[in-house]
């Protein structure tokens, strides 16, 4: 079973900050946070992953909190092309023998013109 | 570089048949893992290679099996294929000890 929970599916408006949430409380130590997405029709996209610090890339942010149970994901100016499902998955790095994706439902994110 | 190339990208099969699916990773990346998509039960992960050895397997029948070759080609294959068996098949690849695999379009299987 996933060990994340999310919305089922948020709206933002063009333009602004997307914020997508991810509650993953039984996370343990040695194991990130991981957000994918998928735009209708085609694979999952690795957007960005993080441990326990703040990430940032050309494509997002990612928040983690402090007790690590929980972590938003940051869209800063959220376009049409956006709308899509997000999957906030956690993880042991790769390589460690478990090298398997467990989807959640995800998050259906709905940009507005 | 080229990205994950998965063939066919669509196919429609009759109930009992069996049906191969074929996977090209991006160049250098040795581990490869299939999932399948349904509207019901979402992604599932079916299997994952690496290096010609099957090292992980998720929750299917038998009638689910792959294998991957020498040059990190991946094929699966499903037998006796059943209607419910219809769904987008997702192959994806990685470098070991890299961050984040890079998924392929998929082949979307049709089962009539």
């Known amino acids: 079973d996933a060990k994340t929970t999310q919305p089922p599916s948020m709206d933002c408006a063009e333009g602004r900050a997307a914020n997508l949430p991810c509650n993953h409380s039984?996370?343990?130590?040695?194991?990130?946070v991981y957000w994918y997405r998928q735009i209708h029709s085609q694979g999952p996209q690795y957007i960005i992953h993080g441990l326990k610090n703040n990430e940032t890339n050309e494509m997002a942010s990612l928040i983690i909190t402090e007790d690590r149970k929980s972590s938003t994901l940051i869209l800063p100016h959220a376009t049409l092309r956006d709308t899509a499902v997000y999957y906030c998955i956690v993880r042991a790095p790769e390589g460690g023998g478990d090298d398997k994706i467990i989807f959640g439902k995800g998050t259906r994110l709905h940009i507005l013109p | 570089k080229a990205g994950v190339t998965q063939t066919p990208r669509y196919l429609i099969k009759t109930r009992g048949q069996q049906v191969t699916l074929s996977c090209s990773p991006i160049?250098?990346?040795?581990?490869v893992s299939w999932y399948q998509q349904t509207p019901g039960q979402g992604l599932q992960f079916l299997f994952e290679y690496f290096s010609e050895t099957q090292r992980n397997k998720g929750n299917f029948p038998g009638r689910f099996s792959g294998r991957q070759f020498s040059n990190s080609r991946s094929e699966m294959n499903v037998s006796t294929l059943e209607l419910g068996d219809s769904a987008l098949y997702l192959c994806?690849?990685?470098?070991?000890?890299?961050?984040?695999?890079?998924f392929g379009s998929g082949t979307r299987l049709t089962v009539v």
């Open positions: 039984t996370i343990s130590g040695n194991e990130y």
């Open positions: 160049s250098g990346h040795r581990s």
């Open positions: 994806a690849s990685s470098l070991v000890g890299a961050w984040g695999y890079t």
